[in-house]
């Protein structure tokens, strides 16, 4: 199908997208790889009358460590977030999500920033910023805020993000030596959406869990933090027992809608098993 007519401009800074956007009085949509506008434009999801590309803001750009985070420009394709050495040693549950996303023609265009903003409950990298308790940058025309993860992704394509802002960076605090992280996924084909998919780390001193962070998604409406799993695992070592309390937890945390095809018990059984296999590849790790 066509897209519909429309105007495409591109900004040069952060300033001349707010005025672009404020001329159409909003009916504009930013653009950074393009891979999720131009499909739901094609499909009549939504019809702006602009297309604002800001994939040429400097400040989108760049992965550099700063004194407590590593922050991560949101034109970051996912195929930097999967290579970049500083992703792989500060923000490793990234780096293990990016290999799920898709297909190498997606990873190759697509950005970290398009798709926290696109918010899709099925992605993975949203539920790897909440495990990493990422920062979520966002400027706008009243200035710049940083949104914790856990308060950015709203509901069903629902973010903390006001019309006009744009998405800049993400935050991801440096992690202990001791931290140890593991991310899966079950899908039907290898670049499928997953049926279910988790994300995790836990810090570890003398062998017992002191603190924990799981994320889940395609469990919900947006990426769900397993608070009683992860309540589950601390003050006790990576075991058979711990992991078995975890995932008995799960049924407080998740509440996955039900699918003709897919009910919602299977799902959680799936979630079941897959915290276990992520938690037994947290305990083989050096």
Known sequence: MKLPAFEYLRARSPEEAWQLHSEVEGDAVYLSGGHSVVPSMALR??????LIDISGIADLHGVVAQDN???????????EVMDNPLVARHAPLLALAAPHVAHPAIRNRGTLGGNLALADPASEFPAAVLALRAEIEIIGPEGSRHVPADEFFLDLYETALAPGEILTAVHVPLPPASRVFAFDEIARRRG???????????DLEKGMIVDASIAFFSVGFTPVRAKAAQAALIGAPLSRESVARAQASLAEDLDP???????AHRRLQLARVLLGRVLNQMETRP
């Open 192 to 202: 499928d959406y997953a049926m279910v998919g988790a994300a995790a780390q836990a």
């Open 45 to 50: 999801l939504q019809a702006p009358s602009r």
């Open 69 to 79: 985070a590593l922050r991560i420009g949101a034109m970051t394709r996912h195929a």
């Open 257 to 263: 809608p039900d699918d003709p095809g897919f009910p």
